[in-house]
């Protein structure tokens, strides 16, 4: 089975800068990489497919990167409706597995 | 609009069984596969059973295999979770999840509000 690793567990950032979510896969995942943004109560939404296709509704201050076993997410200039829990996914091969997640937070 | 509606959670004591749905509108529900994705209180998600679009092929993570089974009617556009043999540890919230086109079985763009199951004595 694939582990996928996020780290930081937390960053504290301020609004108006930028921050760098790392995910690492144990193994290669090829491209098959998603990332998620939860906010308290809600249930995920699909942020990035394909490791760095931005899906619906995210502007473009978003981005992702990375194939293999090392991806980033980048948020620049951050806005306060982004802070919030960001996971990563490996849908490469069975069982698909999700990271533990990067809290974003307010500095 | 695609909308997922899961119903069915609660309260429930270990070692017993609780049946999820998931009513599914806004895509062709006969054609897409689902999954259940669990959260654990203040914990991070857990990827818990899935099943093809005509339901001919399930597959569970092994932290449920035997206890859970997941299955669906295409005439009725709704998804179900069985949960036998209910443990402390299957708290959580369970979402079903509709996969992205074109990624495969388990990329999800669309999930639902998600039904709490809470196991406790």
């Known amino acids: 089975e694939i582990v996928m690793t996020q780290s930081p567990a937390t960053l504290s950032v301020s609004p108006g800068e930028g921050a760098t979510l790392s995910c690492r896969a144990s193994?290669?995942?090829?491209?098959?990489l998603a990332w998620y943004q939860q906010k308290p109560g809600q249930a995920p939404r699909l942020l990035f497919y394909?490791?760095?296709t931005r899906a619906t509704g995210f502007p473009a201050r978003f981005s992702g990167s990375g194939s293999g076993t090392e991806f980033t997410l980048t948020i620049s200039s951050l806005q306060s409706e982004d802070f919030a829990v960001y996971y990563c996914?490996?849908?490469?091969?069975?069982?698909?597995?999700f990271g533990q997640g990067t809290r974003l937070e307010i500095k | 609009e695609v909308q997922l509606l899961e119903s069915g959670g609660g309260f429930i004591q270990p070692g017993g069984s609780l049946r999820l749905s998931c009513a599914a509108s806004g895509f062709t529900f006969s054609n897409y596969p689902l999954s259940w994705v669990r959260q654990a209180p203040g914990k991070g998600l857990e990827w818990v059973s899935g099943?093809?679009?005509?339901?001919?092929?399930?597959y569970h993570a092994d932290s449920v295999k035997g206890r859970f089974s997941i299955s669906r009617d295409n005439s009725k556009n709704t998804l179900y979770l069985q949960m036998n043999s209910l443990r402390a540890e299957d708290t959580a919230i369970y979402y079903c999840?509709?996969?992205?086109?074109?990624?495969?079985?388990?990329?999800?763009?669309?999930w639902g509000q998600g039904t709490l199951v809470t196991v406790s004595s």
């Open positions: 999840a509709k996969p992205h086109l074109g990624s495969g079985y388990y990329c999800f763009d669309y």
């Open positions: 099943i093809s679009a005509r339901g001919d092929n399930t």
């Open positions: 193994q290669s995942v090829s491209s098959n």
């Open positions: 996914q490996q849908y490469s091969s069975w069982p698909p597995a």
């Open positions: 394909g490791a760095s």
